[in-house]
């Protein structure tokens, strides 16, 4: 058994390896459902992303010329702002009102 | 599985947006129950952990990559309604941080991955929960399922989709057949995943999974 911070910590280093080193192994191919709509055609009814030219669009970094950086860096921010969101987001939920009990 | 913008025709992608919301609005409530100081900081490990593992594409055949989806993996480990959040907060972050996955098409991405693939993991999870030994070697092999049949199953609810408001014209049997096909093969990956996962977690601290928790508990008292 590991103690509560270890653990913690332990599973946000690995997130951050993940996302910002090993997802540059990852595969480039389409997924599933790209693959199917472009087998069958409907891949042509796609339209471009409405917020396609954000700064991390598509996992890469704009302006970072390095494609292992470029997937890393987007990888690190977005394990960074996913653990921010989602740390508040369930410690307010999971906060218990003191005078109401649910 | 992120649908990209224009797959779908307005009046579907309302339909789901506001079903997703829904679904959203329940779990809030759910989590908010049974959710505490405990196991909160384990819900936002899984957001964090399921969104650098859904960045890992895996091959599956000649030109084909799958990734992983969570629900199940989430499902177990913090139980269904946290899960929900935690994928929606996953497909959010996407969306409007990385442009991947439309945002018109949000909600009915939502309803495939943060619901049917939570909901209907979760359930094949208990199910095989409950055939096999009560015992901590279960779960992992439960979960590896949950996982494996959630992701076909996500494939079929965007065929309903793809029915009912396809812009395009093809013909939605074939579009069943090629996404169940595809995503069977993916589920492997997704089981895999989610069973080494859930082990790990089960090996380093069992008390904090939800899916085995809920299972001790219930060999005391019963409340079925």
């Known amino acids: 058994m590991l103690n509560n911070r270890k653990f913690y910590v332990a599973g946000f280093i690995v997130s951050l390896f993940l996302a910002g080193v090993v997802s540059f192994y990852a595969s480039s191919s389409p997924d599933g459902l790209e693959k199917v709509a472009e087998e069958i055609g409907f891949i042509e009814t796609a339209k471009e992303?409405?917020?396609?030219?954000?700064?991390?669009?598509?996992?890469?970094?704009?302006?970072?010329?390095?494609?292992?950086?470029?997937?890393?860096?987007?990888?690190?921010?977005?394990?960074?702002?996913?653990?921010?969101?989602?740390?508040?987001?369930?410690?307010?939920?999971?906060?218990?009102?003191r005078k109401t009990k649910n | 599985?992120?649908?990209?913008?224009?797959?779908?025709?307005?009046?579907?992608?309302?339909?789901?947006?506001?079903?997703?919301?829904?679904?959203?609005?329940?779990?809030l409530k759910g989590a908010r129950s049974q959710l505490d100081e405990k196991t909160a900081p384990l819900a936002g490990l899984t957001a964090v952990f399921i969104f650098a593992v859904q960045m890992l594409n895996f091959p599956v055949a000649a030109g084909t990559s799958g990734h992983l989806i969570g629900g199940a993996l989430a499902a177990i480990l913090v139980g269904p309604w946290a899960a929900t959040l935690a994928l929606t907060i996953?497909?959010?972050?996407?969306?409007?941080?990385?442009?991947?996955?439309?945002?018109?098409?949000?909600?009915?991405?939502?309803?495939?991955?943060?619901?049917?693939?939570?909901?209907?993991?979760y359930g094949a999870f208990l199910l095989v929960r409950k055939i096999l030994p009560k015992s901590k070697?279960?779960?992992?092999?439960?979960?590896?399922?949950?996982?494996?049949?959630?992701?076909?199953?996500?494939?079929?609810?965007?065929?309903?989709?793809?029915?009912?408001?396809?812009?395009?014209?093809?013909?939605?049997?074939?579009?069943?057949?090629?996404?169940?096909?595809?995503?069977?093969?993916?589920?492997?990956?997704?089981?895999?995943?989610?069973?080494?996962?859930?082990?790990?977690?089960?090996?380093?601290r069992s008390d904090l999974v939800y899916g085995w928790k809920n299972n001790a508990k219930s060999l005391e008292i019963r409340n079925a």
Do not use: C
């Open chain 2, 137 to 204: 070697p279960s779960i992992p092999i439960a979960a590896a399922i949950g996982g494996f049949v959630s992701v076909p199953m996500a494939a079929i609810s965007f065929t309903v989709q793809y029915a009912m408001g396809a812009t395009a014209t093809y013909s939605t049997t074939t579009v069943l057949g090629a996404m169940v096909g595809t995503h069977i093969l993916i589920g492997i990956g997704e089981g895999l995943i989610t069973g080494l996962t859930v082990s790990a977690v089960i090996a380093s």
């Open chain 2, 1 to 27: 599985m992120h649908i990209p913008d224009g797959f779908l025709d307005v009046q579907t992608s309302v339909i789901f947006t506001g079903l997703s919301a829904a679904g959203v609005a329940v779990a």
């Open chain 1, 49 to 97: 992303n409405t917020n396609a030219d954000v700064v991390l669009s598509d996992y890469g970094t704009k302006g970072v010329d390095n494609e292992r950086a470029s997937v890393g860096i987007a990888g690190v921010i977005g394990v960074l702002g996913t653990a921010v969101v989602a740390g508040v987001a369930f410690k307010l939920i999971a906060r218990k009102p």
């Open chain 2, 90 to 121: 996953v497909l959010l972050m996407q969306a409007f941080l990385f442009a991947d996955g439309g945002l018109t098409a949000l909600g009915a991405s939502t309803f495939n991955m943060s619901i049917v693939g939570v909901w209907a993991g």
